[in-house]
């Protein structure tokens, strides 16, 4: 697949030449990365602290919101390397900071090693020395100790000259099932599908910063499919994992989805192009276009609007959602329009009630002693819990990325480490029954 990549400077996005001839400015990398992150991950470098003279810290900090990425540039030690990893990067990008001492101090499958090759040789400084030490040895070396590797041919670097297949090929069975990138040289889209073809991802800036080839060709250059209408099979999901149908991709309604962010398909009955929502109101946010192993299917991660996926007016081909879903789903249509004499209307509009509601739920349920009594009370407790949601304008599935967030976390608290026991009072340690509310 392809890997975009935002190499920062001063804040904006840029492309050099060689390691250090600026070739252009793309501005604010900040909507880059949201349309970028639609079809995966993306690799953001901090040229500034590679090179030492700055950093785009707080400017990655703001992109690890927006799209999923791996960081790279100006890490030099375990502990540079946890920060970004506590901080939601997906994975670190290591230099000459890739060596077994500091490794080891690192989560293997959420680290790539990046080695800069010269005619097969490693080079260091920014480019300017040779170690003397081959590409192939090096992969063969970092192997036990990383999950990945970013290979930069640097002679091909920012001036679209193409990929060496025999060479990719080499590095390919050196990592030996060992996620591999290659960058440098990638100069179309075709170029992008034979080096996933033989088993790596291909890093890419220059060519979609200049227009050479877009997101939608480089996605589709992976693909295959057996059907006679040369249609992909696209699954459509919501962000939660939950299948909501099954559609038809071809390349139009690809680069339709991609940049415009929205569920946009082709429609087998009317071949056409169908974007969802367009006359029935029910559309579609896009967030990430994912392949599956094989490359015949996509499946596109989608928040759902209006009446929901299905013609029948259901959340999904298979019927309506439940579950929290469908409490969601439910409190939000309370918001808009609650019947009169709602209890939950109150929750939502009576200053004091769902606060109080709250504390008092979540006392009942750290009592609960048996199986039944702990289901019911989490029950009502998640349901309030919602409700708070709700108010605020926040979806489970902005709940479900912080909590990824945090899964991503390597520094843990320690397991005897003991929090502060709040005092006991009546706002914060008895419980309020519902009849004196």
Not at 178 to 203: K, N, R, S
Request: overall charge negative.
């Amino acid at each position: 697949m392809i890997i975009p990549s935002i190499d920062l400077q001063s804040g904006l996005a840029v492309q050099l030449v060689g390691g250090k001839d600026k070739a252009l400015d793309a501005g604010d990398p900040r909507p880059i990365a949201e349309l970028f992150g639609r079809v995966g991950e993306i690799a953001v470098i901090d040229l500034d602290a590679a090179l030492g003279t700055g950093s785009n810290r707080d400017t990655i900090l703001d992109l690890l919101h927006r799209a999923p990425c791996r960081v790279g540039g100006g890490i030099r030690d375990a502990d540079s390397a946890k920060f970004w990893l506590d901080a939601g990067a997906r994975k670190v990008i290591l230099g000459t900071a890739a060596e077994p001492d500091i490794l080891d101090q690192l989560p293997r499958e959420r680290v790539i090693a990046a080695l800069d090759a010269v005619d097969g040789e490693v080079v260091v400084e920014g480019w300017t020395r040779k170690t003397g030490r081959g590409v192939l040895d090096r992969i063969r070396e970092l192997r036990p100790y990383v999950g990945g590797f970013l290979v930069t041919f640097v002679e091909r670097e920012g001036r679209l000259a193409g990929v060496d297949e025999a060479r990719i090929n080499e590095l390919v069975e050196a990592t030996d099932g060992t996620e591999l990138t290659v960058a440098g040289g990638v100069a179309t889209a075709a170029d992008v599908g034979v080096i996933d073809a033989l088993g790596a991802d291909a890093q890419v800036g220059m060519a979609l910063y200049t227009n050479k080839f877009d997101l939608a060709d480089a996605t589709a250059a992976c693909l295959k499919t057996d059907r006679e209408d040369g249609l992909w099979t696209t699954v459509v999901a919501d962000e939660s994992g939950l299948a909501l149908g099954l559609a038809y991709s071809d390349l139009g309604s690809l680069r339709v989805a991609i940049y415009q962010g929205r569920g946009a398909y082709h429609s087998r009955s009317r071949d056409e192009l169908w974007v969802k929502g367009s006359t029935s109101g029910a559309v579609q946010k896009l967030h990430r276009i994912e392949l599956d192993c094989d490359r015949d299917t996509l499946r596109f991660s989608v928040s759902q609007s209006g009446a929901g996926f299905c013609h029948l007016n259901k959340h999904s081909c298979w019927g309506d959602s439940t579950g929290l879903s469908r409490l969601e789903s439910t409190l939000w249509e309370r918001q808009e329009s609650a019947p009169d004499g709602s209890y939950t209307k109150r929750l939502l509009t009576e200053d004091g009630l769902l606060a109080a509601k709250l504390k008092e739920e979540a006392g009942e349920l750290a009592e609960a002693d048996n199986v039944a009594d702990v289901i019911h009370e989490a029950a009502d407790l998640m349901y309030f819990t919602m409700a708070a949601m709700a108010r605020a304008d926040v979806s489970l599935t902005d709940v479900e990325r912080e909590l990824d967030r945090r899964a991503l976390k390597v520094n843990r608290r320690n397991g005897d480490a003991k929090l502060p026991l709040p005092e006991k009072g009546p706002e914060n340690g008895s419980s309020q029954s519902q009849d004196t509310l």
